[in-house]
């Protein structure tokens, strides 16, 4: 029999990276917020990789932190190791990754969970959600305690029915052996919602103290200080070192001896898993041409002698595993401390949520995270963010927050998951972007502070430092575009010589010759320095803005172009089935995903230009016939 346990504005089930992001904006933002999770001592677990950041997800991190979120926060306080990568390429493609203390992170996240005011975590396994006509009210959990709430944000993880896999061994469980969520996985069908079976998988653990370092190449962290956050001024100095090794004939040769053993090609595996980061079983048959494959060994803490093998991702039975490590140089006498695992989970069809996450068929129900079909920390905090959000503005009767694919990348994100769907495992990528140039790692808080500011989330003082960033940026490249040099100038011909690009022979503009690809923001200070000392901040603004003026105007114009096609509003009540020049499978598609404008139904699969022409006319028609009535 249960019992009433309380009552929330907002519930959220799970405390991995989306739960933590979405409990603490809804209880940020003011609403009453209950935090369920399975169990206590795996708040913002890292199941996998203990690292943050890379190329795209980094970009995400920075979008999170402008936007009010505690991601890069945490891992600017618990980081063992920072690096921007892609350096040698452009600004669009640059990306802040750090290794973070896995049991750091985790302490230092449910420590601000547990002080921050409006929200309470709590230990439980919810095994059903309460459900009034077609509203979903609040949660019960398997003690039969019942919580009501105004919204509740489902992120459950890999924990819906999960299932690990080594060899031939298979068992119910959630990531590292931690209990299952059956029940609700049960409900959710039950509800009426199509889920699908999705895989991932880690790799083997080892002790460091058995490892050779000498036989294997060092990865330093970056000298200078970097962080995610905007707002972290001191930076830790202490980093450890990873280490690179490779893979071999040898390493290679035991594997496919050893597929006949490998749950993925036995058909033990049902589950579809990630193509951006596959097995190494899966790496060495797809590129069988390839003679060696990069693993890099990453420390999980700085109190711990456990290293992470990344690179090796394997389901392989546990001796093959040793084997494939100890044929490694640097690995000949290592031991293993945890093997690899697959592990098998319930997602649901991301289509069937609307773009503030919320699902089509419940009301007041969110998802958020790997329950969506997303692979990645990353991922799954910036879904939490946006549903704890949306599910905080719709308690408090406000619009959702729906950020577009020109504003961020966390608005190409969830575009892609409720317009397109997954079949996979969805990883974000540079490439997914078509603004990437816009959507830079450095401009983060240009194009989404105003946003947290305008939610509750950025803080007045931080808006204050914010909008006096962005005065300087403007002021200094005004002074920048307005300063004319002339040849006969004592420094610039100096400057110009030293880094051999032409000398001047007659009047240009300060900004012209910033566009030249040799001369950087150092060079300008000394040809024709600021009224005052810029931080740097300032001044890799006015640089980037200034060099790429070109190619961010033209961004800028599609993105113009394309925001005419999202106003274009389609009610949501539209029956397709009605549209009779529209293709079938139009139709179909339509009917399902619902877009709420012209611009989302022109990027679903399988809707061609000629059938959004024909909806356009048919809109114009219903648009005449409603404002009759």
């Known amino acids: ?80 190791q920072m690096r921007m990568l892609n350096t040698g390429k452009g600004p669009a493609v640059h ?20 002080n921050t005011p409006n929200l309470q975590l709590r230990q439980g ?6 459900v009034n006509n077609g509203v979903c009210e609040g949660v019960i959990t ?25 060899g031939d061994l298979q068992y119910e469980s959630g990531p590292n052996n931690m209990r299952a969520s059956v029940k609700l996985a049960q409900n959710l069908k039950e509800l009426g919602f199509e889920l699908v079976r999705f895989k991932t998988g880690t790799p083997p653990r080892v002790h460091k103290n058995t490892i050779d370092f000498d036989k294997m190449e060092i990865q330093p962290g970056d000298p200078e200080p970097r962080a995610f956050s905007y707002e972290t001024t001191e930076t830790i100095k202490d980093q450890l070192p990873c280490w690179l090794t490779y893979t071999n004939e040898e390493t290679h040769e035991l594997i496919n001896s050893n597929l006949h053993r490998a749950p993925m090609y036995s058909g033990a595996i049902e589950g579809t898993g990630p193509r951006y980061c596959p097995s190494i079983e899966d790496k060495v048959v797809r590129f069988n041409d390839k003679p060696r494959h990069q693993i890099f060994l990453e420390p999980e803490g700085r109190n711990t002698e456990e290293m992470y093998v990344q690179g090796l991702s394997t389901s392989l039975p546990e001796e093959v595993q040793l084997g494939m490590l100890r044929s490694m140089a640097g690995m000949e006498k290592v031991e293993m401390m945890r093997a690899g695992y697959a592990i098998e989970y319930d997602s649901i069809v991301p289509t069937q949520l609307w773009p503030s996450l919320e699902t089509k068929r419940l009301e007041g129900l969110f998802t958020a995270g790997q329950i969506n079909g997303t692979s990645g920390y990353e991922e799954a905090a910036a879904q939490g963010l946006m549903a704890g959000i949306n599910a ?44 990437r140039l816009l959507l830079r790692h450095d401009n983060a808080d240009l194009r989404l502070t105003d946003i947290g500011y305008e939610i509750g989330l950025i803080s007045e003082e931080r808006y204050q430092r914010f909008t006096k960033k962005r005065a300087l940026v403007e002021q200094e490249k005004e002074r920048i575009e307005n300063t004319r040099i002339r040849p006969d100038h004592p420094e610039v011909q100096a400057v110009l010589r030293e880094v051999g690009t032409p000398e001047l022979t007659e009047v240009i503009g300060l900004d012209q010759l910033l566009r030249r690809p040799e001369i950087t923001y150092a060079h300008i200070e000394r040809i024709s320095p ?16 200034i060099k790429y003026d070109g190619y961010i105007r033209k961004s800028l114009q599609q993105v113009e172009r394309m925001k005419k096609v999202e106003e274009r509003r389609i ?17 179909e598609k339509m009917s399902k995903i619902r877009p709420l404008n012209i611009g989302q139904a022109s990027r679903i699969s399988g809707v061609n230009p000629a059938d959004i022409s024909v909806l356009m006319v048919y809109l114009e028609q219903y648009n005449r016939v409603a404002s009759k009535v």
């Open 142 to 166: 398997q003690t039969g305690a019942e919580y009501r709430a105004k919204a509740v944000v489902l992120t459950t993880g890999t924990y819906l029915r999960g299932k690990i896999i080594i």
């Open 125 to 130: 396994m919810v095994d059903e959600l309460i």
């Open 530 to 545: 600021a009224p005052e000392e810029l931080p740097a901040e300032v001044k890799e603004q006015v640089e980037i803005q």
């Open 1 to 80: 029999m249960g019992y009433e346990a309380g009552s929330y504005d907002v519930i959220v089930i799970g405390a991995g990276h989306a739960g933590c992001e979405a409990a603490l904006a809804a209880a940020r933002m003011g609403c009453s917020t209950l935090l369920l999770t399975i169990n206590l001592d795996a708040v913002a677990y890292m199941p996998c990789n203990p690292s943050v950041g890379g190329p795209a997800k980094g970009h995400v991190v920075r979008e999170l932190d402008a936007l009010g979120g505690e991601m890069g926060r945490n891992t600017d306080k618990t980081y063992i």
């Open 95 to 114: 990306a802040l990754r750090a290794q973070a203390d896995k049991f750091a992170y985790q302490h230092e996240m449910k420590k601000t969970i547990e």
């Open 571 to 587: 009610p949501t009540d539209i029956d397709y089935h009605l549209i009779s020049g529209m293709s079938k499978e139009a139709r």
């Open 392 to 435: 905080a503005r719709k308690v408090q009767g406000k619009e959702p927050v729906i950020l577009g694919r020109g504003d961020a990348y966390i608005g190409v994100l969830i575009d892609d998951l409720v317009t397109k769907g997954t079949s996979e495992p969805y990883r974000l990528l540079t490439s997914r972007a078509e603004y």
